[in-house]
């Protein structure tokens, strides 16, 4: 199965940027539409980004858009998320998320992805 690992969170002030990583245990990972979520305490887990495996169709929740961008490259099997002009309200743990159905499309639902990382936390004071 493959394991997925998040970086790049951290402590940051206001319009700040940050640029997440997540990094695939295995190859397939060039296969599976991926994206990312974050969960503040207190909140469900909500959407951020998505895109599909080829690096296409990519998808944005109405806060992020504009601000943050999804990337991936399949040559080093890593997802990014680059974030610009951070907000307090930004703050949350980020999760990097794939669905194990090869080829699939991107997607919004936090139900169409079964691959998780733990997360890494990301910290916006004003």
């Known amino acids: 199965q493959v394991q997925l690992a998040e970086s790049g969170g951290g402590l940051v002030q206001t319009g700040d940027s940050l640029r997440l990583t997540c990094a695939a245990s295995?190859?397939?990972?060039?296969?599976?539409?991926a994206g990312w979520f974050r969960q503040a305490p207190g909140k469900e887990r909500e959407f951020v980004a998505a895109?599909?495996?080829?690096?296409?169709?990519?998808l944005y929740a109405d806060s992020v858009k504009g601000r943050f961008t999804i990337s991936r490259d399949n040559a080093l099997t890593t997802m990014d998320l680059q974030m610009t002009s951070l907000k307090p309200e930004d703050t949350a743990t980020y999760y990097c998320?794939?669905?194990?159905?090869?080829?699939?499309?991107?997607?919004?639902?936090?139900?169409?992805?079964?691959?998780w990382g733990q997360g890494t936390q990301v910290t916006v004071f004003s």
């Open positions: 998320a794939a669905d194990s159905l090869d080829y699939g499309d991107s997607s919004a639902q936090l139900k169409d992805y079964d691959l």
């Open positions: 295995k190859r397939n990972f060039v296969r599976y539409a």
């Open positions: 895109l599909s495996w080829t690096g296409g169709d990519k």
